[in-house]
């Protein structure tokens, strides 16, 4: 049985423009509102450096790039510690590494334990070596260079005075999370 509320979905739709058909409704009315529309003025997206022919992909851009799309900060603890990761996988790898002892790499040189012969890579070429890693990542207001984002992240706050991490025994905040720790170790030694 055919009913009249369902046609729009099972018959395809044609635009009037381009004569391209669509199996859905929806397809045609994006399609036209994004090739056919009257634009009045382009839209120019300042921090990707992007021009767009028209409002609507504009808008499309801002919610579906990651650079617009803020990230959700995890915080997944250490079942043993008071250590608190962004990562499931950070987590696993400092719980199987300093509390269950169970490493595939050992450094011949030093006797340090690594998860990842990729780490123990960057441990060797770094310390043994001393091949430092390559600074690509630049502060655009200052022109530092840094050798992973996580650094210039950290560096961009000396620049908006942001200070995310707040002691949990006092009012304090903090820019990086060394000095959180070692005010804590310092201020607070003997609170639990």
Known sequence: MFFKGNRRQHTNHECKVCSKSFPRYSSLWLHTKTQHAETAAPS???????????????????????????????????????????????????????????????CDDCDKNYIRNADLIKHKRKIHEGIMPEKNK?????????????????HMRTHTGERPYTCSHCPANFAQTAALTSHIRSIHSGVV
């Open 138 to 154: 630049i502060c655009n207001l200052c022109g530092r260079k840094f050798s992973t984002n996580k650094i210039l992240e950290n």
């Open 44 to 106: 120019y997206c300042v921090e990707c450096d992007r021009t767009f022919p028209d409002d609507i992909r504009f808008k499309w851009h801002l919610t579906n790039t990651t650079k617009h799309t803020p990230k959700k900060k995890k915080r997944i603890p250490c079942p043993e510690c008071d250590k608190v990761f962004s990562k499931n996988i950070y987590m696993k790898d400092h719980y199987n590494l300093i509390h269950l002892k169970k490493y595939k790499y050992r």
